[in-house]
C-alpha cells in the first residue's frame, strides 16, 4: 500500500493510537517499553495491569512506572485493573478468593492512571471458578465493579467492560458483545453514573464469530475503548482478514472518537517492526 494510501485508508486512526505496551513491545522491559514507542512516533500507551500479582505496589515502584512514561513523553491513556494475567487467570473482579485484593487494587489502580493522565480503566471480569455458582458470582462482580466505577468516577475516568475469545479464554463468561454490554448496563444502573462502557476489541470478538459491522451497529453508543488486532493471529493490521480500517471508519461514524488500542503481537516478533501498516504522522495522539 502505497503511502498516501495507507495515510487515507487509516485517517480515522490520526491523533487516536495508543500502543498496549503489556503485548506489544514485550521484548522490553516494561520501564524501556514507553521510550521504545515514543521513537516510533507514538505518544499514547495503555497497559494491563503491571505488577503481575502483587495488588498494591509501593510508590518506589509506581514512581519508576511514572517516571519512564513522563522521561518518555507518553501518556497512559487506559490501565488494567489486577487481572493477573500472569498466572493465566483472566481478572478478579468476579473471584470470591481474589475479590480482597480487587479492591484494594482499586484505589491504587486509580491512582496511578490518575497520575499518568489515563480516562479508562479495565475491570477483566474474571473466570467462572467450580466453589462459587454464578449468580454468587455475578452478585460479587456487580458489588465489585460498582466500587470500581465510583472509583473510576472520582477522577473523570470510564470503567471498561470487555469479551475475551473462548479460545484463550474458555472459562470467562463475556464472549459476546451482548453480554458484555448487560454487564455494562447493570453497573450503570446501581451506580447512576453512566461512566460504565463497553471494550470492543475487534480480535476478540472475530475470533468468538461475531458479525463485527453489525456489533458496531448496535452498540457503538456504549463504546467506551476500542482495541484492535488482526484475524486470525492477532498480529496486526494486514496480517490476517479482517477490515480493520473500514470497521474503525464504521465505529467513529457510529459516534466513536475515542482512543483506538493497539493490542497485537509482532507478527515477525519484533515489536519496532510491526508498525508499517500506519503513517508516522498518524501516530501521535492528540493532546489531551
Ligand atoms: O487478556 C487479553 O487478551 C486482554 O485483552 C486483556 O485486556
Known amino acids: 500500500m502505497s503511502d498516501v494510501t495507507a495515510a487515507s485508508a ?19 522491559p516494561l520501564l524501556e517499553r514507553p521510550a521504545a514507542a515514543a521513537a516510533l512516533g507514538f505518544t499514547a500507551a495503555e497497559l494491563w495491569w503491571p505488577f ?3 495488588s ?11 517516571k519512564a512514561f513522563s522521561d518518555a513523553g507518553v501518556r497512559l491513556t487506559g490501565l488494567n485493573f489486577l487481572d493477573d494475567l500472569s ?3 483472566k481478572g478478579t473482579a468476579s473471584v470470591p478468593a ?21 480516562g479508562a480503566l479495565n475491570a477483566i471480569y474474571g473466570n467462572r471458578v467450580p466453589d462459587a455458582t454464578a449468580a454468587e458470582q455475578d452478585e460479587l462482580a456487580l458489588e465489585n465493579l460498582t466500587r470500581a466505577a465510583q472509583a473510576a468516577h472520582a477522577i473523570g475516568a470510564v470503567l471498561l467492560i470487555e469479551a475475551l475469545n473462548r479460545n484463550d479464554a474458555p472459562d470467562y463468561p463475556l464472549h459476546t458483545a451482548a453480554a458484555a454490554v448487560e454487564v455494562v448496563d447493570r453497573i450503570n444502573a446501581a451506580t447512576g453514573l453512566g461512566n460504565a462502557k463497553f471494550l470492543l476489541d475487534l480480535y476478540h470478538l472475530a475470533v468468538n464469530g461475531e458479525d463485527l459491522e ?9 463504546v467506551g475503548h476500542v482495541q484492535i488486532a488482526d484475524f486470525p493471529g492477532r498480529n496486526e493490521p494486514g496480517t490476517g482478514t479482517l477490515d480493520l480500517a473500514g470497521l474503525l471508519d464504521r465505529l467513529t ?7 483506538i488500542g493497539l493490542e ?7 515489536s519496532a517492526d510491526s508498525f508499517e501498516w500506519l503513517p508516522r504522522e498518524l501516530r501521535a495522539a492528540q493532546a489531551g
Open 87 to 89: 498466572v493465566g487467570a
Open 56 to 66: 498494591t505496589p509501593g510508590e518506589a515502584e509506581l514512581d519508576q512506572l511514572r
Open 10 to 28: 487509516w485517517a480515522s486512526v490520526k491523533g487516536r493510537a495508543t500502543v498496549n505496551l503489556s503485548i506489544l513491545f514485550s521484548e522490553l
Open 214 to 222: 453489525a456489533v458496531i451497529d448496535t452498540h457503538a453508543d456504549k
Open 264 to 270: 497485537y503481537k509482532p507478527a515477525s516478533g519484533v
Open 52 to 54: 503481575g500479582t502483587e
Open 253 to 259: 461514524a457510529a459516534g466513536y472518537t475515542g482512543p
Open 98 to 118: 481474589e475479590s480482597d485484593r480487587f479492591r484494594e487494587n482499586i484505589p491504587v489502580a486509580v491512582a496511578l492512571a490518575e497520575s499518568l493522565g489515563a
